[in-house]
C-alpha cells in the first residue's frame, strides 16, 4: 500500500517562495514518475510539473515554468516542488501524484494573497 503525504503549504506574499514536499511509503518509489497537480476553486485538476524516475527530465506547465522546480530524492522517497516568485494565480490545493496511479496524496493548501 503506497501514501503519499504533502507538506510545505500555506499563505504567502506575491513574489514569495514556498517548497512543497510529498513523502511516500513502500518501496517502489523510485520506480515511477512522479507529478505535482494543483486544484483552484470551481476549476479542473491541472498538471503543473512531472518528474521522470531518475530525475533527469522534467515537465511544466507553461504558467509555471521558470519559476517552479520539481526535484526528487530517491533515497528520501520524495518529491519537491520548489515554487517562486509565486502569483495570486497560483493559489490552489497542491497534490502529488505517482505517475498513471491512483495514488494521491490528501493535498495542500497554496495562499498567495497580500
Known amino acids: 500500500q503506497v501514501q503519499l503525504v504533502e507538506s510545505g503549504g500555506g499563505l504567502v506574499q506575491p513574489g514569495g517562495s514556498l517548497r512543497l514536499s510529498c513523502a511516500a511509503s513502500?518501496?517502489?518509489?523510485?520506480?515511477?514518475?512522479m507529478a505535482w497537480y494543483r486544484q483552484a476553486p470551481g476549476t479542473q485538476r491541472e498538471l503543473v510539473a512531472r518528474?521522470?524516475?531518475?530525475?533527469?527530465?522534467?515537465n511544466y506547465l507553461a504558467s509555471v515554468k521558470g519559476r517552479f522546480t520539481i526535484s526528487r530524492d530517491n533515497l528520501k522517497n520524495t518529491v519537491y516542488l520548489q515554487m517562486n516568485s509565486l502569483r495570486p494565480e497560483d493559489t490552489a490545493v497542491y497534490y502529488c501524484?505517482?505517475?498513471?496511479?491512483?495514488?494521491w496524496g490528501q493535498g495542500t493548501q497554496v495562499t498567495v494573497s497580500s
Open positions: 513502500g518501496r517502489i518509489f523510485s520506480m515511477y514518475a
Open positions: 518528474i521522470n524516475q531518475s530525475g533527469a527530465n522534467t
Open positions: 501524484n505517482m505517475w498513471l496511479t491512483d495514488h
